[in-house]
């Protein structure tokens, strides 16, 4: 059981907004920043998403993510086939001194 | 440009040992923080390991802690992973990843990984 939750999967059709939460504790998401990672099935996992909001250069701007206290959340607006892949946010844990990662979230372009 | 290759992956019987190596290159190597994160087959990410630039803390996920040590060699550009004790639970893609300093934990590249196969 993952330290962080997300939900299973998600979907949405081209040119649709989706939104990804991510539930925390006070020990991570609330003392930590958050970052969320795109992993295509069989690829490498990709950052997209640092220090709760930041964007790594050649990310594209549909790409936007927020925090508020114990709770982060990635949204991908403009919705577009290649988007199909599993999300997962993460962040360090104070408490247990470690990187927790969440389960991932199975993002589908119907 | 950043490239990291990791090496090492194997089939280990119960109870073996292993080492795990990720050689680096195209950026500032002992300026940056390494990670060790591993994906078992079907599942998702897991955290396994991190050492700080210089190699003066480091940290271990509770699943590995007094089995696995990370370790770097900044003369050479690579960091390490010793794996002993192994179990059929450890059987995972192994990467590792670079945290530039000030990222806030976040893991910036990637490894394309290595397989690390003990069976049950």
């Known amino acids: 059981q993952s330290v962080l939750t997300q939900p299973p999967s998600a979907s949405g059709t081209p040119g649709q907004r989706v939104t990804i939460s991510c539930s925390g504790g006070s020990s991570n998401i609330g003392s930590t920043t958050v970052n969320w990672y795109q992993q295509v099935p069989a690829t490498a996992p990709h950052l997209v998403i640092f220090k709760d909001n930041q964007r790594p250069s050649g990310v594209p701007g549909r790409f936007s993510a927020s925090k508020s206290g114990t709770s982060a959340s990635l949204a991908i607006s403009g919705l577009q086939s290649e988007d199909e892949a599993t999300y997962y946010c993460?962040?360090?844990?104070?408490?247990?001194?470690?990187?927790?990662f969440g389960g991932g979230t199975k993002l589908t372009v119907l | 440009q950043v490239q990291l290759v990791e090496s090492g992956g194997d089939v280990v019987q119960p109870g073996g040992s292993l080492r795990l190596s990720c050689a680096a290159s195209?950026?500032?190597?002992?300026?940056?923080?390494m990670h060790w994160v591993r994906q078992a087959p079907g599942k998702g990410l897991e955290w396994v390991a991190f050492?700080?630039?210089?190699?003066?803390?480091?940290h271990h996920a509770d699943s590995v802690r007094g089995r696995f040590t990370i370790s770097r060699d900044n003369s050479k550009n690579m960091v390490f992973l010793h794996m002993n004790s192994l179990r059929a639970e450890d059987t995972a893609l192994y990467y590792c990843?670079?945290?530039?300093?000030?990222?806030?934990?976040?893991?910036?590249?990637w490894g394309q990984g290595t397989l690390v196969t003990v069976p049950s």
């Open positions: 195209g950026f500032s190597f002992s300026n940056d923080a």
């Open positions: 990843a670079r945290d530039p300093s000030g990222s806030g934990w976040a893991l910036e590249s």
């Open positions: 050492i700080w630039y210089d190699g003066s803390e480091r």
């Open positions: 993460a962040t360090w844990d104070v408490s247990l001194n470690e990187v927790v």
